[in-house]
């Protein structure tokens, strides 16, 4: 089997993948980054039945909804789930393009449907990161979210983000040491305070998101560009 340019491709799923195989190998993965199966559920059976047959042709679960260019590396952003490549205009659709994914938080998936309605820029959105349980106190996590690059930190029950990359020599930030509220700089110990970003040298502060814990998972706020 080859791709559009007569590359070899690595089928990812065996022969005779069903549904329930896909339901199986998905859900955990999308739990994490806080998305659900649509509640409809004959919707979704669909769905994942049009991704059987895409596997069978081309050997890997492409969207069903979007159309492959040909382009390894461009492709690979439709890959289902998809999630993480869309992860800003996704939160705020509140579900993935074609609906088989849905915000934990979205009680009836009957309601997102049809609509596909990109957000435009500026549109402010929350986006799920990660849940609770998976920070512990005292850590720091590298979460990556569309362009922005951004160390999130857990001081006591407490999250914080602000950018990944240190001013001084552009350290990453998420690899430091977390004392208090400073995480200290992996490459030469400069100290950021994670509540405000700011440091003790001079104009060299780095940017700050907004953080919100609801239903057991910590969303990042971000406008869209």
Known sequence: MSDRGGRPVRRRFSTGTTIA?????????????????????????????????ILDA?????CP???RTGDPKEDMRIVCPCIPFHAEQFAAMRKCW????????VEDGADLLGVIDEPEA???VEVPVCRVDDLAPGQVKHVKV????????????????????????FGPLADGVLEGYEVMCPWHGWRYDVRAGTTD???VEVKTYPVTVRYGEVLIGLTLR
Do not use: Q, W
Request: glycine residues 8%; charged residues 25%; proline residues 3%.
């Open 65 to 67: 909804c979007r159309v």
């Open 122 to 124: 500026g549109t402010a």
């Open 201 to 203: 040298h001079p104009d």
């Open 146 to 169: 569309g362009k922005a690059d951004i160390a999130l930190a857990r001081v006591g029950d407490e999250f914080f983000a602000l950018s990944n990359v240190c001013r001084h020599a």
């Open 98 to 105: 074609c609906g088989l994914f849905i915000r934990t938080d």
């Open 21 to 53: 195989d896909l339901k199986e190998y998905m859900v955990p993965f999308v739990a994490t980054l806080g998305y659900k199966l649509n509640t409809e559920t004959e919707f979704v059976d669909e769905v994942l039945a049009s991704e059987i047959e």
């Open 58 to 62: 081309t050997g890997d679960v492409y």
